[in-house]
């Protein structure tokens, strides 16, 4: 049983389009967020949702669209894809900051 | 804001020496910390965390860190590595107060020699 899903694993695809990565978590949490990680591993939140609703919203471009049809999912929607947006997106879930998060296993995202 | 800082980039042992990675963080208040692992390819993996209590905890696979409030600091040790333990290493820290959200260090890269 996977705590934390993200869909899919990789994804190569040319500049300009469009493309989504979907994340569920099965363990009950009520935040869920959004995390990219750079080629020097470095990890920066890029949004917060906690029970469907935006609590964080961090400086990225808005093309970048998260959007969460219920509290166990977190999709990320990418419009007009740029070369700087490869990395990859980490998606993760907590139930307090007390509690730490759990991963998805991530998804590398090559735009060529 | 709340920010971490992983002074070590790469750090190299040899299997079944005594580990220790560095973390300063800057907070106001009392923080919440946290040590991640990522293997290669991997997700994180929460080694251990603090956020009250006993300044020394103990983890995941033998790991134990320990916060000092008058340093700044939350290093996480080892007393004997194994050549699994080489992967990437993040100190994380939240507010108590901001949507929960985690700060990363830039991690450090630990390589174990046979």
């Known amino acids: 049983d996977t705590a934390v899903s993200q869909t899919p694993k990789y994804l190569v695809t040319q500049m300009g389009n469009d493309k989504s990565i979907k994340c569920e978590q099965n363990l009950g949490h009520d935040t869920m967020y959004w995390y990219k990680q750079d080629s020097k591993k470095f990890l920066k939140i890029m949004f917060s949702y906690n029970n469907k609703e935006l609590i964080i919203n961090e400086t990225v471009p808005n093309r970048f669209s998260p959007k969460s049809p219920d509290k166990a999912h977190l999709n990320l929607h990418i419009n007009s894809l740029e070369l700087g947006d490869s990395a990859v997106y980490f998606c993760?879930?907590?139930?307090?900051?007390?509690?730490?998060?759990?991963f998805g296993s991530g998804t590398r995202l090559t735009v060529v | 804001a709340q920010s971490v800082t992983q002074p070590d980039i790469h750090i190299t042992v040899s299997e079944g020496a005594s580990l220790e990675l560095r973390c300063n963080y800057s907070?106001?208040?009392?923080?919440?910390l946290f040590w991640y692992v990522q293997s290669p390819g991997q997700g994180l993996q929460l080694l251990l965390k603090y956020f009250s209590g006993d300044t020394l905890v103990q983890g995941i696979k033998g790991f134990e860190a320990e916060f000092k409030r008058s340093q700044s600091s939350f290093n996480l040790r080892k007393p004997s590595v194994h050549w699994s333990d080489a992967a990437e290493y993040f100190c994380a820290v939240a507010a108590n107060n901001a949507g929960n959200m985690l700060t990363f260090g830039g991690g450090t890269r630990l390589m174990v020699k046979p």
């Open positions: 993760a879930s907590s139930q307090g900051s007390s509690y730490g998060y759990t």
């Open positions: 907070y106001g208040a009392t923080p919440y």
